[in-house]
């Protein structure tokens, strides 16, 4: 090696040392605020969206009524319409007829039908069911009139006869009237197919009659009947 060489080394030789006698320099650290914040800026991962279709549609119920109206067992026809949301409230309307009437004896009433379905959808489930409206009745009653005769009279020839006794006549009359009506009843609804079911129920029909007649008019009912449709 040249004396050249040799000079220039000695010349480095000082800084080399101090180079490596210098600290390495550690990075400067992150404070606590800013880990928390760095930590909640990390997107958790979403769990899974569910998306669940409202079930509402048109629902159909026919059902038949067992009843005591008159002071006899008779039989109702009729049904109920309207539009069930959510497979819970049902809003609609409904009327009902005697079945076995006759001129003397016949029974209508409709209204405003509201409900509430517990268990929409299940295989067993129930409801609560309100009908408020009105209707229209014929009954026969026996009316008896007592028809007085003069106690005395008097012959052509001036004498004076006793009177005829008293009569009673007794006659069959038709009675027709309006009435407020309201029937609360529950029910035990049974899934057959998706937009199939069955109900079977009791309530009790309440009258409010201006004439008078509301026992004959009132009664519990019983009733079985199907249910289509619905958005099941």
Known sequence: MSSK???ILLML?????????????????????????????????????TIERVRSGVLI??????????GR???????????????????????????NGSRDRRLAYG?????????GGQTIGYSIKGLI???????????????????????DDGRIEAGRQPQSITTSVRTRQD????EPEADVVVRITKTLHLTVGAGYRFIAAERGDENRLRGAV????????GGY
Do not use: C, H, N
Not at 61 to 68: G, L
Not at 137 to 147: A, E, K, L
Not at 179 to 182: A, H, I, R, T, Y
């Open 13 to 49: 030789a000082p800084a080399l040392a101090r180079a490596q006698d210098r600290p390495i320099e550690s990075p400067p650290e992150t404070s606590g605020a800013v880990a928390v914040q760095s930590a909640a800026d990390i997107e958790q991962p979403a769990g899974p969206m």
């Open 61 to 70: 119920a026919p059902d038949v009524k067992v009843t005591r109206f008159d």
């Open 73 to 99: 067992t008779s039989e109702l026809v009729g049904g109920y319409g309207g539009w069930l949301s959510d497979k819970t409230f049902f809003v609609g309307g409904g009327g009902y007829w005697l079945a």
């Open 133 to 155: 409206g009105g209707g229209e009745s014929t009954v026969s009653r026996t009316v008896t009139q007592t028809i007085r005769f003069p106690d005395l009279r008097r012959l």
């Open 222 to 229: 019983g009733t079985i009947g199907l249910q289509l449709g």
């Open 111 to 119: 209204g405003l039908v509201l409900q509430w379905m517990g268990r």
């Open 5 to 7: 060489y040799l000079v």
């Open 179 to 182: 009435f407020f009506v309201g």
